[in-house]
């Protein structure tokens, strides 16, 4: 199994310094190479690809000192990104989506360096005489020292190193991960995603939704329109830009440990899960329209599309499924449609059953619930029958 492992760096004033280098020299790097295949191919009609441009990197490295102090398999990992970009490109032209052309990386919009080797350019773990501290070496940085708050399991394939805002992480994308089973239940459940509740499950239980965009709105909002009256370019600007940074960081930090919480307990409690399969991108399309078409009821439809993100859905489900797959457990994804409008009961499928946004009564035989208790049992019993199916086929 593989799995990433994402630490905290604790980097000197000096490390910091070349750090932000590595990544400026690095966003030079992929500007470059995207001009260079932008131009041939307005100009010949040529199509420039990885292998040319890896090639070319020897001579961009004896031309430029500044570029050469950097590890050459990391530069290589940065042109294949551009690669990687292009090829998405591709496919959405090819499958009639907006293509969305690769663009040039402004600052602040390059914050990632992978190394692809652990011990080309880089070593996880450099000085294992410390007692104390685990520390990463990064060619033309050194030593950095890592706050490393679990064990690394497995071998350490690759290692990147992120900023967001003014911390900087590591990443370790680690193989031959071993599993960690829990103890079999024999329980089944179904989970109902909401607004309201983050979820609620067959059984009756809510888990509450924390609204942590919500939470913080006034700070962002005051944060924003300090931001809003500083002059492009200044150091002042910088600054509140980062303030606001800092505020969606935290919040997307909250996010991800009320999620990581809720899906392990889940993970313990249940042998198998059972969720919507949900399209969250489709879900969240804004209504507003076209000037010949506009939208309707655009306000409510943006609020409900900030509600819906804000409680993360997309990430839970992500954390739920692949920490289901470490535990051994069984997480199957079932059709949406109707199980909010379905009796648990009797079966019997109306829109008048839907009384209210929480109240369920059933117009054929009166059965009457909590309405995401309801959908919650029906979406249980359509992933036992699909469970049932596939281990009859």
């Given at each position: 199994?593989?799995?990433?492992?994402?630490?905290?760096?604790?980097?000197?004033?000096?490390?910091?310094?070349?750090?932000?280098?590595?990544?400026?020299?690095?966003?030079?790097?992929?500007?470059?190479?995207?001009?260079?295949?932008?131009?041939?191919?307005?100009?010949?009609?040529?199509?420039?690809?990885?292998?040319?441009?890896?090639?070319?990197?020897?001579?961009?490295?004896?031309?430029?000192?500044?570029?050469?102090?950097?590890?050459?398999?990391?530069?290589?990992?940065?042109?294949?990104?551009?690669?990687?970009?292009?090829?998405?490109?591709?496919?959405?032209?090819?499958?009639?989506?907006?293509?969305?052309?690769?663009?040039?990386?402004?600052?602040?919009?390059?914050?990632?360096?992978?190394?692809?080797?652990?011990?080309?350019?880089?070593?996880?773990?450099?000085?294992?005489?410390?007692?104390?501290?685990?520390?990463?070496?990064?060619?033309?940085?050194?030593?950095?020292?890592?706050?490393?708050?679990?064990?690394?399991?497995?071998?350490?394939?690759?290692?990147?190193v992120t900023r967001e805002g003014s911390?900087?992480?590591?990443?370790?994308?680690?193989?031959?991960?071993?599993?960690?089973?829990?103890?079999?239940?024999?329980?089944?459940?179904?989970?109902?995603?909401?607004?309201?509740?983050?979820?609620?499950?067959?059984?009756?239980?809510?888990?509450?939704?924390?609204?942590?965009?919500?939470?913080?709105?006034?700070?962002?909002?005051?944060?924003?329109?300090?931001?809003?009256?500083?002059?492009?370019?200044?150091?002042?600007?910088?600054?509140?830009?980062?303030?606001?940074?800092?505020?969606?960081?935290?919040?997307?930090?909250?996010?991800?440990?009320?999620?990581?919480?809720?899906?392990?307990?889940?993970?313990?409690?249940?042998?198998?899960?059972?969720?919507?399969?949900?399209?969250v991108a489709h879900m969240t399309r804004?209504?507003?329209?076209?000037?010949?078409?506009?939208?309707?009821?655009?306000?409510?439809?943006?609020?409900?599309?900030?509600?819906?993100?804000?409680?993360?859905?997309?990430?839970?489900?992500?954390?739920?499924?692949?920490?289901?797959?470490?535990?051994?457990?069984?997480?199957?994804?079932?059709?949406?449609?109707?199980?909010?409008?379905?009796?648990?009961?009797?079966?019997?499928?109306?829109?008048?059953?839907?009384?209210?946004?929480?109240?369920?009564?059933?117009?054929?035989?009166?059965?009457?619930?909590?309405?995401?208790?309801?959908?919650?049992?029906?979406?249980?019993?359509?992933?036992?029958?699909?469970?049932?199916?596939?281990?009859?086929?």
């Amino acid at each position: 199994m593989r799995r990433s492992f994402r630490f905290l760096l604790r980097p000197t004033a000096h490390q910091v310094a070349a750090l932000a280098e590595c990544l400026e020299d690095h966003r030079t790097l992929y500007n470059a190479a995207l001009e260079h295949r932008r131009t041939a191919y307005a100009r010949a009609g040529v199509t420039i690809r990885y292998g040319e441009q890896s090639a070319d990197l020897k001579h961009i490295r004896a031309a430029d000192p500044g570029q050469a102090r950097w590890s050459f398999s990391s530069q290589q990992a940065t042109l294949r990104r551009l690669e990687r970009a292009f090829r998405a490109f591709f496919d959405r032209v090819r499958q009639g989506r907006t293509p969305g052309f690769p663009r040039f990386k402004g600052r602040g919009r390059f914050d990632t360096v992978e190394w692809p080797k652990d011990g080309d350019g880089c070593r996880w773990d450099s000085q294992p005489e410390h007692p104390t501290a685990a520390f990463v070496r990064l060619q033309g940085i050194g030593h950095v020292r890592v706050h490393q708050h679990r064990r690394v399991l497995g071998t350490v394939k690759t290692i990147s190193v992120t900023r967001e805002g003014s911390r900087w992480y590591v990443v370790l994308s680690c193989d031959e991960v071993p599993g960690r089973g829990v103890p079999a239940t024999g329980a089944a459940v179904g989970i109902d995603m909401g607004v309201a509740s983050l979820l609620t499950t067959s059984e009756g239980e809510h888990l509450v939704n924390p609204r942590h965009l919500a939470a913080s709105a006034d700070r962002l909002s005051a944060a924003q329109r300090d931001l809003s009256r500083k002059r492009r370019g200044s150091a002042r600007r910088r600054k509140a830009v980062a303030r606001v940074a800092a505020l969606h960081a935290r919040v997307r930090r909250q996010r991800l440990d009320g999620a990581h919480k809720a899906a392990l307990a889940l993970i313990r409690g249940y042998d198998v899960i059972v969720h919507e399969d949900l399209r969250v991108a489709h879900m969240t399309r804004s209504a507003a329209g076209t000037v010949e078409r506009p939208g309707r009821n655009v306000a409510q439809k943006a609020g409900l599309n900030r509600s819906i993100l804000d409680a993360g859905w997309g990430v839970f489900l992500t954390i739920l499924s692949y920490k289901a797959e470490s535990a051994g457990r069984e997480v199957i994804a079932v059709d949406p449609r109707g199980t909010s409008r379905t009796c648990s009961r009797c079966g019997h499928c109306a829109a008048d059953n839907r009384v209210t946004q929480a109240g369920f009564r059933c117009t054929a035989c009166g059965h009457a619930t909590h309405a995401d208790v309801n959908a919650a049992e029906n979406i249980l019993r359509a992933g036992l029958a699909l469970r049932r199916a596939a281990e009859a086929a």
